[in-house]
Nanobody, 122 residues
Framework: QVQLVESGGGLVQPGGSLKLSCAAS????????IGWFRQAPGKEREFVAV????????DYADSVKGRFTISRDNAKNTVYLQMNSLKPEDTAVYYC???????????????WGQGTQVTVSS
């Protein structure tokens, strides 16, 4: 059974940090690009970051460049999203997704996790 499970979300103050994890089971992530997306209440799901299957290529949304870092450990079948200097506008449910081709388009991904809530508030 193919499964992606996100963890690491929570409540953090503005300026704080969180590290999200995306653990895969039922398939090997080393053949897939992994993307992170987020969706705030009343808004469309938006691209956050993507990493190629080898980890050699990464891309970020302009809104998170310089603050978020995506990385992967294929030996652990896990992808991470380190989020620093968090802002209230980063509040959303964060999803990871796996696809053969890295993309900023949600429709290019085949497998999705259930999401983890990130809330940035004082």
């Amino acid at each position: 059974q193919v499964q992606l499970v996100e963890s690491g979300g929570g409540l953090v103050q503005p300026g704080g940090s969180l590290k999200l994890s995306c653990a895969a089971s039922g398939f090997s992530t080393d053949s897939y690009a992994i993307g992170w997306f987020r969706q705030a209440p009343g808004k469309e799901r938006e691209f956050v970051a993507v990493i190629s299957w080898s980890g050699g290529s990464r891309d970020y949304a302009d809104s998170v460049k310089g603050r978020f870092t995506i990385s992967r450990d294929n030996a652990k079948n896990t992808v991470y999203l380190q989020m620093n200097s968090l802002k209230p506008e980063d509040t959303a449910v964060y999803y990871c997704a796996a696809g053969f081709h890295g993309s900023d388009l949600a429709r290019r991904y085949d497998y999705w996790g259930q999401g983890t809530q990130v809330t940035v508030s004082s």
